[in-house]
């Protein structure tokens, strides 16, 4: 398989996840203590079923509604058993496959195959064309240094989150992210719809073996490199590329990047916020690009999680493609 697709798998992969998962942090922790009184899970073993009830429940979110952000709360009514996911167990590995859809099974290590009850850890593996494709025991172990999806079964909780260790906040290696293996793609032509926005991948560290490896197989001559600058040749080109301010506080970061070949410079500015009650209402809607958030019956977005926004990504992508045509 080629080795981009490999890469833009796995992020997909983690944003599906993510789609009812929450990052690990104060705010989301209090959610998930909320969410325990409400939430009621059974176990049916025989039919290899986890069902997810809950009671008649408000919960306080930063609520979107007509582009304007506000703290508030969201009623929910009852539901008895409507949420239910299938599971199967093989050997020590247990496969959850959320709402019964069994074209996306999730991969779990580290709970008991008697009780499921428990904490269960990704194992980064996913489906593609009928084959199940996993990270070799030396990629899932490099990850782990930084960050684990642990799925969390119990009478009161059914739940995918995003455990970030002490490790990820301290990376400041930009120069060996995956940020930098999607702008390779990208200027090799090897996704043309892929962006190479969404600066939240200069926080996902890849090993700097595997970095190398990637520029070696594509013949990118690395002529300059800081943790935070590089400068390569790529088809006869030389790109330079810079963070030019960066800002990181928890899973709060901001972000200045620009990308420079001959007299033709690309830069654009990124942000994330971890929403709370504190600071919804400073949020804004210009260049929104991405949010955790679910969308109930009046339209109203609830944030439970971060937003990002960016200053001139629409730029910034136009440039690049501009640049590689020259």
Known sequence: M???F??????LFFFACSDDSSSSSPENSENAESQQEYQHVSI???KHRIVVS?????VEFCTLHQNAFSWGEISYEAD???DVSTYEIHGDTLVVFFNGNTDDPHYYLGGSTEKIYGEWKNTGCF???DNVICPSKEDRDFEEQYKELVLTISENKFQEEQVYKSAYFKYDDYMNSA?????YAVLENEFTGLTVGLSGTLFSPEPETYIKTIEKETDIEVLEQTKTAKKFKLDGKTYDVK???VERDSLDYKVAISVKSGDKECSYEERQVNVTKENCKDQTTEGLQNYDAQRNSQDTLAIRGTIVNAVGLDEFELCIKEIIEL
Not at 6 to 11: D, I, T
Not at 179 to 183: E, G, I, Q
């Open 2 to 4: 080629n080795r981009y």
């Open 44 to 46: 049916d073993k025989e």
């Open 80 to 82: 008895q058993g409507s």
């Open 127 to 129: 489906k593609y064309q």
């Open 6 to 11: 490999c890469l833009l798998a796995s992020a």
């Open 54 to 58: 809950q009671d008649a429940h408000t």
């Open 179 to 183: 940020y930098l293996l999607n702008l």
């Open 243 to 245: 963070i030019t301010d």
